[in-house]
Protein backbone atom coordinates (compact mmCIF):
# COMPACT_ATOMS: atom_id res chain seq x y z
CA UNK A 1 0.00 0.00 0.00
CA UNK A 2 2.47 2.63 0.60
CA UNK A 3 4.62 2.05 -2.48
CA UNK A 4 1.77 2.45 -4.45
CA UNK A 5 0.60 5.39 -2.17
CA UNK A 6 4.17 6.89 -3.21
CA UNK A 7 4.20 6.12 -6.72
CA UNK A 8 0.80 7.74 -7.16
CA UNK A 9 2.63 11.05 -5.45
CA UNK A 10 5.36 10.78 -7.79
CA UNK A 11 2.96 10.51 -10.60
CA UNK A 12 1.13 13.57 -9.59
CA UNK A 13 4.43 15.87 -8.50
CA UNK A 14 5.52 14.64 -12.52
CA UNK A 15 2.22 15.98 -14.13
CA UNK A 16 2.71 19.32 -11.99
CA UNK A 17 6.25 19.63 -13.29
CA UNK A 18 5.22 18.98 -16.94
CA UNK A 19 2.25 21.25 -16.80
CA UNK A 20 4.53 23.97 -15.66
CA UNK A 21 4.26 26.81 -17.90
CA UNK A 22 7.52 27.81 -19.05
CA UNK A 23 7.96 31.68 -21.18
CA UNK A 24 10.22 31.45 -24.13
CA UNK A 25 13.16 33.40 -24.31
CA UNK A 26 12.59 35.99 -27.08
CA UNK A 27 14.96 38.22 -28.50
CA UNK A 28 14.01 41.68 -30.33
CA UNK A 29 13.80 42.14 -33.78
CA UNK A 30 17.65 41.91 -35.26
CA UNK A 31 18.83 40.80 -32.26
CA UNK A 32 20.94 37.49 -31.22
CA UNK A 33 20.34 37.73 -27.51
CA UNK A 34 17.96 38.37 -25.54
CA UNK A 35 17.98 38.52 -21.34
CA UNK A 36 15.09 37.13 -18.92
CA UNK A 37 15.39 38.46 -15.16
CA UNK A 38 13.52 36.26 -11.95
CA UNK A 39 13.43 35.22 -8.64
CA UNK A 40 14.23 31.81 -6.76
CA UNK A 41 13.70 30.63 -3.65
CA UNK A 42 15.01 27.34 -2.17
CA UNK A 43 12.27 25.55 -3.45
CA UNK A 44 11.73 26.90 -6.59
CA UNK A 45 12.59 26.25 -9.98
CA UNK A 46 11.77 28.85 -13.18
CA UNK A 47 11.55 27.38 -16.56
CA UNK A 48 11.72 28.69 -19.73
CA UNK A 49 11.88 27.67 -23.43
CA UNK A 50 13.94 28.87 -26.47
CA UNK A 51 14.12 27.15 -30.01
CA UNK A 52 17.17 26.60 -32.36
CA UNK A 53 18.20 26.25 -36.12
CA UNK A 54 20.58 23.10 -36.44
CA UNK A 55 24.27 23.77 -35.64
CA UNK A 56 23.70 27.40 -33.94
CA UNK A 57 25.79 27.91 -30.97
CA UNK A 58 23.54 29.03 -27.94
CA UNK A 59 25.31 30.01 -25.12
CA UNK A 60 23.66 31.14 -21.46
CA UNK A 61 24.90 33.09 -18.30
CA UNK A 62 23.66 34.11 -15.41
CA UNK A 63 23.95 36.67 -13.62
CA UNK A 64 23.31 38.77 -10.12
CA UNK A 65 23.92 35.90 -7.80
CA UNK A 66 26.69 33.83 -6.94
CA UNK A 67 23.86 31.28 -5.50
CA UNK A 68 21.98 30.32 -8.80
CA UNK A 69 22.71 27.89 -11.72
CA UNK A 70 20.76 27.08 -15.25
CA UNK A 71 20.14 23.48 -16.32
CA UNK A 72 20.06 22.62 -19.71
CA UNK A 73 17.82 19.75 -20.21
CA UNK A 74 19.11 16.62 -21.62
CA UNK A 75 22.14 18.61 -22.37
CA UNK A 76 23.68 20.23 -18.75
CA UNK A 77 23.23 20.57 -15.36
CA UNK A 78 23.71 23.50 -12.91
CA UNK A 79 25.88 26.04 -14.50
CA UNK A 80 27.03 29.65 -14.89
CA UNK A 81 28.35 30.19 -18.48
CA UNK A 82 27.72 27.40 -20.84
CA UNK A 83 27.74 27.38 -24.40
CA UNK A 84 26.52 24.23 -27.09
CA UNK A 85 25.88 23.29 -30.71
CA UNK A 86 22.34 23.00 -30.85
CA UNK A 87 20.41 20.84 -32.97
CA UNK A 88 16.74 22.32 -34.43
CA UNK A 89 13.89 22.28 -31.63
CA UNK A 90 12.59 23.55 -28.39
CA UNK A 91 14.86 23.69 -25.18
CA UNK A 92 13.62 23.91 -21.69
CA UNK A 93 16.10 25.88 -19.19
CA UNK A 94 15.21 25.67 -15.63
CA UNK A 95 17.09 28.09 -13.10
CA UNK A 96 17.27 27.48 -9.57
CA UNK A 97 19.13 28.26 -6.10
CA UNK A 98 22.08 26.22 -5.08
CA UNK A 99 22.01 26.41 -1.41
CA UNK A 100 19.11 27.09 1.00
CA UNK A 101 17.82 30.61 0.70
CA UNK A 102 15.02 32.84 1.16
CA UNK A 103 15.49 34.18 -2.31
CA UNK A 104 17.45 34.86 -4.91
CA UNK A 105 17.49 37.95 -8.15
CA UNK A 106 18.93 36.42 -11.55
CA UNK A 107 19.55 37.48 -14.57
CA UNK A 108 19.74 34.81 -17.51
CA UNK A 109 21.17 35.83 -20.90
CA UNK A 110 20.44 33.58 -23.81
CA UNK A 111 22.80 34.04 -27.18
CA UNK A 112 22.14 32.45 -30.34
CA UNK A 113 24.85 32.15 -33.59
Known sequence: ????????????????????????????????????????????????????????????????SDNTCFAVIGVVDCQEDFSFITRAGTYQVNVSALFRTLGENYTLRLTIR
Not at 17 to 41: D, L, N, W
Request: charged fraction near 10%; include cysteine.
Open 1 to 64: MTRFFLAALAACAASAVSAQSCPQIRFAPGAYSGEISGHVTQDDVDCYTFGTGNGQTARLQIFG
